[in-house]
């Protein structure tokens, strides 16, 4: 395939080297014909003269007077003819002794208007002929060598017009040469080509029959695993309940539990103490939730009891909180319960936390990954571990806004494609965080449950 892609694409330097020539060729082989009538023209011309002067026979060698006066030839229709003929009438005059004397005056006289010059004698005027005919004569050769050389020219032009056409018909039968090379070789690569062809068909059509094959062995062994799957799910599950059945409800020793209760109110300044202490490993900005202990700890609106308190000053035995928020109709009293499911005033005792999502502390309205860090923050200084990822060790799933969720973000409609794309991803790993706590059974809290929980309402710690 590559020879033929070369030869299409080079420019046809034979063919134009082809064309030059015969260009050539015939431009000469015009000029040299043109030359050669003109040639033949004044030849034909030249030749006419000097018939006009002397015949071939007159003029095929250079004889004397004696030789010419003894001449047989009685032509006189030429110039050199009529010399003679001239010569002969006064030669035989003169041999009569120049006894006929009015006949060579008359002769003189006709030889006077005839020839040039002004002959006085006889001999005079066979002199002035004799230069005449000796002039035709020159002239006669002289044509005869431009006649001559004509032909040379001539016959050099023609050998050199045979040379060039011999070149051309040589470069011409090699133009055809290579021509043939080059169509054998495109028909060899085309049926070198039409053979791959061929091959890479059969080949794809193998190809494709494996290939369709294999996913039906493929589709069969998916659908026996989706099978065998199937059984081991319902496995799985009936093993979970029958964990259900024998693990203790997380809600009640966990969340239910208090942490320890109010020991003293003061309803006119707010003051409230607890029975938790720096013994008791607490601290200030610790927040409780305040529940009636007819009713327990869990009870109230979300689970959050009827008040919340922060503690203010801790003491070794009792602690000062102030009171943080109050639903509607209710007051801290003495003997009312305290729960923080963070706080643990055992040390051996820490439960596991994960924290997932965005949260809006400052109740403006936008959930954001910064306030997400100050749940952590509070959970840790609180004695709470936090963990990445869910576990069986896992004792709380606190959740909060999906990821890019809060107000400031555009609506779905107005977002791009890629931010589209990042909300769902985020969405969907939400949902799967909330499948997994409920397949382990672990406690899961919404944002405003654990702070409800955790007694968590306009605090300390983030106002300053």
Same mark, same amino acid.
């Given at each position: 395939?590559?020879?033929?892609?070369?030869?299409?694409?080079?420019?046809?330097?034979?063919?134009?080297?082809?064309?030059?020539?015969?260009?050539?060729?015939?431009?000469?082989?015009?000029?040299?014909?043109?030359?050669?009538?003109?040639?033949?023209?004044?030849?034909?011309?030249?030749?006419?003269?000097?018939?006009?002067?002397?015949?071939?026979?007159?003029?095929?060698?250079?004889?004397?007077?004696?030789?010419?006066?003894?001449?047989?030839? @009685?032509?006189?229709?030429?110039?050199?003819?009529?010399?003679?003929?001239?010569?002969?009438?006064?030669?035989?005059?003169?041999?009569?002794?120049?006894?006929?004397?009015?006949?060579?005056?008359?002769?003189?006289?006709?030889? =006077?208007?005839?020839?040039?010059?002004?002959?006085?004698?006889?001999?005079?005027?066979?002199?002035?002929?004799?230069?005449?005919?000796?002039?035709?004569?020159?002239?006669?050769?002289?044509? %005869?060598?431009?006649?001559?050389?004509?032909?040379?020219?001539?016959?050099?032009?023609?050998?050199?017009?045979?040379?060039? @056409?011999?070149?051309?018909?040589?470069?011409?039968?090699?133009?055809?040469?290579?021509?043939?090379?080059?169509?054998?070789?495109?028909?060899?690569?085309?049926? %070198?080509?039409?053979?791959?062809?061929?091959?890479?068909?059969?080949?794809?059509?193998?190809?494709?029959?494996?290939?369709?094959?294999?996913?039906?062995?493929?589709?069969?062994?998916?659908?026996?695993?989706?099978?065998?799957?199937?059984?081991?799910?319902?496995?799985?599950?009936?093993?979970?309940?029958?964990?259900?059945?024998?693990?203790?409800?997380?809600?009640?020793?966990?969340?239910?539990?208090?942490?320890?209760?109010?020991?003293?109110?003061?309803?006119?300044?707010?003051?409230?103490?607890? $029975?938790?202490? =720096?013994?008791?490993?607490?601290?200030?900005?610790?927040?409780?939730?305040?529940?009636?202990?007819?009713?327990?700890?869990?009870?109230?609106?979300?689970?959050?009891?009827?008040?919340?308190?922060?503690?203010?000053?801790?003491?070794?035995?009792?602690?000062?909180? =102030?009171?943080?928020?109050?639903?509607?109709?209710?007051?801290?009293?003495?003997?009312?319960?305290?729960?923080?499911?963070?706080? %643990?005033?055992?040390?051996?005792?820490?439960?596991?936390?994960?924290?997932?999502?965005?949260?809006?502390?400052?109740?403006?309205?936008?959930?954001?990954?910064?306030?997400?860090?100050?749940?952590?923050?509070?959970?840790?200084?609180?004695?709470?571990?936090?963990?990445?990822?869910?576990?069986?060790?896992?004792?709380?799933?606190?959740?909060?806004?999906?990821?890019?969720?809060?107000?400031?973000?555009? $609506?779905?409609?107005?977002?791009?494609?890629?931010?589209?794309?990042?909300?769902?991803?985020?969405?969907?790993?939400?949902?799967?965080?909330?499948?997994?706590?409920?397949?382990?059974?672990?406690?899961?809290?919404?944002?405003?449950?654990?702070?409800?929980?955790?007694?968590?309402?306009?605090?300390?710690?983030?106002?300053?």
């Amino acid at each position: 395939m590559a020879v033929v892609r070369t030869a299409r694409s080079s420019p046809p330097f034979a063919l134009i080297i082809f064309i030059f020539l015969w260009v050539v060729s015939t431009g000469v082989a015009i000029f040299f014909y043109l030359q050669n009538n003109k040639l033949d023209d004044e030849i034909r011309a030249t030749s006419k003269q000097n018939d006009s002067l002397a015949t071939k026979a007159e003029r095929s060698s250079d004889p004397g007077v004696k030789d010419l006066l003894a001449a047989g030839n @009685k032509n006189n229709h030429t110039a050199m003819g009529q010399a003679l003929a001239e010569l002969r009438t006064l030669k035989g005059i003169l041999d009569d002794g120049g006894k006929n004397v009015d006949a060579i005056n008359e002769r003189f006289v006709a030889l =006077r208007k005839d020839i040039p010059g002004d002959p006085a004698t006889a001999f005079g005027a066979i002199e002035t002929l004799k230069t005449r005919f000796e002039l035709a004569q020159q002239a006669s050769v002289k044509s %005869a060598q431009e006649t001559a050389a004509a032909k040379a020219s001539y016959e050099t032009a023609k050998k050199d017009y045979d040379a060039h @056409k011999a070149a051309f018909d040589k470069t011409n039968e090699t133009q055809k040469t290579d021509v043939a090379k080059l169509t054998q070789q495109l028909e060899d690569a085309k049926a %070198a080509k039409d053979a791959k062809v061929k091959e890479y068909e059969e080949t794809l059509t193998k190809q494709q029959k494996d290939n369709e094959k294999a996913i039906r062995e493929l589709v069969v062994q998916l659908q026996q695993l989706k099978e065998d799957a199937d059984k081991k799910g319902m496995v799985v599950q009936q093993l979970r309940g029958q964990i259900e059945m024998l693990k203790p409800s997380a809600r009640t020793t966990l969340v239910l539990e208090p942490d320890g209760r109010v020991v003293r109110s003061n309803q006119v300044t707010g003051e409230v103490y607890i $029975s938790l202490g =720096r013994k008791d490993r607490a601290t200030p900005g610790l927040t409780f939730a305040v529940y009636d202990p007819k009713l327990g700890v869990g009870s109230g609106p979300d689970s959050g009891g009827k008040a919340k308190l922060e503690v203010v000053e801790v003491g070794e035995n009792d602690s000062l909180c =102030r009171v943080t928020f109050t639903e509607k109709g209710q007051h801290v009293d003495t003997n009312d319960l305290i729960a923080n499911p963070v706080y %643990a005033k055992d040390k051996t005792r820490k439960f596991h936390f994960v924290v997932f999502g965005e949260f809006d502390l400052d109740g403006d309205g936008i959930a954001t990954a910064a306030e997400r860090e100050k749940i952590i923050r509070l959970i840790q200084s609180w004695g709470g571990i936090i963990d990445d990822t869910l576990s069986t060790q896992t004792d709380f799933l606190v959740m909060g806004a999906v990821t890019g969720s809060g107000a400031k973000y555009l $609506s779905d409609t107005d977002q791009s494609g890629e931010l589209a794309k990042a909300r769902k991803a985020q969405q969907d790993k939400y949902n799967a965080m909330v499948k997994e706590a409920r397949d382990y059974s672990i406690p899961l809290l919404n944002a405003n449950r654990f702070l409800a929980l955790i007694g968590y309402y306009n605090t300390t710690i983030v106002r300053y």
